[in-house]
């Protein structure tokens, strides 16, 4: 039987969701089980391993030994002013929400630094969007403060264990692998194959803009050398060489209502059944069409032509484009029965959206409650790397490598985004697929 975690008594003047929500969050990061009291009697009955006080006035000297953690206002549901967002150094960690008080208490409130990350707070306030109704990563202030690039939530929960542990040391300090996690979206699983009308319209296409030898493939080239078949490849490289790989697949099955849902429709029988033949130990995710995070309606539709497909509930979600609207589209899930979601990644950069590399439930900053829908963020997309940042395979391997390294002393997850079409050849993408290869062999 697994040693209980040890318990964190937390004292503070309030119990207000966002403070429930942060300690339930690093607990589960850190391995501590925090308990919140507002009523000091209680905080010093209770049974714990170390103690806390969390924007309180100092204790008396005869008070127990605790840790004194600054609380902004922020935590208890105040919105945030402009001198509260502006990022300091303090030493290496990144840190802002100051807090000026009474001796002891001053500093920055690192829980409101994680609340803000976790829950996404700027992406309910005003900004502009991209050209696809998106939250860009230039918009969030870890990108213009520069702290993209680091799990800065695993960071700051550290710093938090650190001081814990100076005046507790018999807390434990877990350590945990980090653990690779090869996700892939299937918006068109063949290139020529099934394709219909969308096929023979990219086949003159090819003609028109001299492709001259693509499009004499496209019509005269067996199913199983379609550049984008490449389900087997990814089958390989993962079940059979590294059986212990643990890969989602997440397909588009969109009904075509719009230009940027490339996907075969209606089903074809072909599409069926490689979905019903895939090996067991891959977990399906539906991959919501573009409009579907506006369209309520249209999400449950194509979640459920793939629970019919598949024979049972689907539970895993990825938008498609990344395109989702908090918190209109994570409440649009749930609905749809999705407990599981996977968009929480930029596609103008790499990093990590959220500030952490773990799983995180959803908080709805609107209606001040966690929910049952855990978030699980991504580090990097290969449309990212070769598109948006214009890289080569080489320095896309050397980004990704460098992404790794920041969440190897944390341990955890380390999610990448890839598609089935980004080992085609002939589609731009010479040198990726060694490329690609090289890092599964590296990170696994």
């Known amino acids: 039987m697994p040693k209980p975690a040890p318990a964190i008594a937390v004292l503070s003047p309030h119990r207000h969701p966002r403070l429930r929500y942060v300690l339930h969050e690093i607990g589960a990061d850190l391995g501590y089980r925090f308990r919140l ?15 806390v006080v969390y924007g309180q006035p100092k204790l008396s000297p005869e008070a127990p030994p605790y840790v004194a953690w600054p609380a902004h206002p922020f935590m208890s ?27 002891g208490m001053e500093g920055y409130d690192l829980l409101a630094c994680i609340f803000y990350q976790l829950s996404r707070y700027e992406e309910y306030q005003d900004f ?5 109704g998106r939250f860009p990563a230039t918009a969030s202030l870890a990108y213009r403060a520069g702290f993209l690039e680091r799990p800065v939530v695993r960071e700051w929960a550290c710093a938090l264990r650190t001081e814990l542990r100076q005046v507790f040391p018999g807390l434990p300090e877990r350590v945990e692998p980090m653990i690779l996690r090869p996700t892939y979206d299937i918006d068109i699983p063949w290139a020529w194959q099934h394709r219909g009308w969308r096929g023979v319209a990219a086949g003159l296409r090819d003609v028109l803009t001299g492709h001259w030898r693509r499009a004499w493939q496209r019509f005269t080239t067996a199913a199983d050398d379609d550049p984008f078949a490449t389900l087997p490849f990814i089958f390989s490289l993962h079940l059979r060489q590294r059986p ?13 209502g719009s230009r940027h849902d490339p996907n075969p429709y209606p089903i074809p029988a072909a599409q069926v059944h490689l979905l019903q033949n895939v090996p067991a130990a891959v977990t399906h995710g539906i991959h919501p069409s573009y409009r579907s995070s506006t369209d309520p309606a249209l999400l449950r539709e194509e979640t459920e032509r793939l629970a019919r497909i598949l024979g049972h509930r689907v539970q895993h979600a990825r938008q498609h484009f990344l395109r989702f609207r908090l918190p209109d589209t994570y409440r649009q899930l749930r609905l749809a029965g999705i407990t599981h979601e996977y968009s929480m990644g930029y596609a103008d950069a790499v990093g990590w959206r959220a500030g952490t590399n ?25 449309v990212t790397l070769k598109n948006y940042l214009g890289l080569n ?7 990704v490598l460098s992404l790794a390294q920041k969440v190897r002393p944390h341990g955890g997850d380390f999610a990448l985004l890839w598609h089935n079409s980004s080992f085609a050849e002939s589609y731009g993408w010479a040198g990726w697929s060694e490329m690609y290869v090289g890092i599964i062999n590296d990170l696994s």
Do not use: C
């Open 37 to 51: 009291f507002t009523r000091e009697e209680q905080w010093l009955a209770a049974e714990s391993e170390a103690r």
């Open 77 to 103: 549901g105040a919105a945030p002013g402009a001198k509260d967002l502006v990022p300091v150094q303090d030493g290496d960690l990144p840190v802002f929400f100051p807090v000026v008080g009474p001796l």
């Open 128 to 132: 502009v969007s991209d050209a696809h």
């Open 244 to 256: 212990t790989d643990k890969i989602q697949l997440f397909w588009l099955l969109a009904d075509n």
């Open 358 to 382: 773990l799983p995180f439930f959803w908080y709805d900053l609107e209606r001040e409650e966690a929910t049952g829908l855990s978030v699980h963020p991504f580090a990097a997309m290969d």
């Open 393 to 399: 395979a080489t320095d896309a391997r050397e980004k």
